[in-house]
């Protein structure tokens, strides 16, 4: 039997290790309309606002969006001021390399490989 995890991501209910280790994707729509998979990187709340950031399947960088749950979905809500999109791509990047030892980092050495090949 898993041991139940307190989660930190405000989701009120607790995780198994397990679940904490698996990626999370979700399918997002576009303002065209396409569908896009993403991978949840992780949640976070700046001043009692919940954002969420994402990588798209494809994608090369991440994206950050304002967001609210309802009883059975998340609406997506785009960041147009621009102080508080840079204050939230940076809170991001400062917790996802902390948790993920230098993602981004990592993220740039791969593409420039790509660039020299």
């Known amino acids: 039997m898993s041991e139940e995890i307190k989660c930190e991501s405000g989701c009120d209910h607790d995780h198994t290790e397990e679940e904490l280790n698996e990626q999370f ?3 997002m729509e576009l303002d065209d309309g396409s569908m896009v998979k993403c991978e949840v990187l992780g949640t ?3 001043e009692k606002i919940d954002y969420i950031a994402v990588l798209p399947e494809k994608g090369e960088s991440f994206w950050v969006y304002r967001f ?3 009883e059975d979905s998340l609406e997506f809500i785009n960041i147009s001021d621009e102080a508080e999109f840079k204050k939230v ?3 991001f ?3 996802l390399n902390e948790e993920d030892g230098d993602f981004f ?3 740039e050495d791969e593409e420039d490989k790509e ?3």
């Open 25 to 27: 994707f979700i399918d």
């Open 44 to 46: 976070i709340e700046i």
């Open 68 to 70: 609210t749950e309802h």
């Open 89 to 91: 791509v940076d809170t």
């Open 93 to 95: 990047e400062e917790v």
């Open 105 to 107: 980092e990592k993220e």
């Open 115 to 117: 660039e020299k090949k």
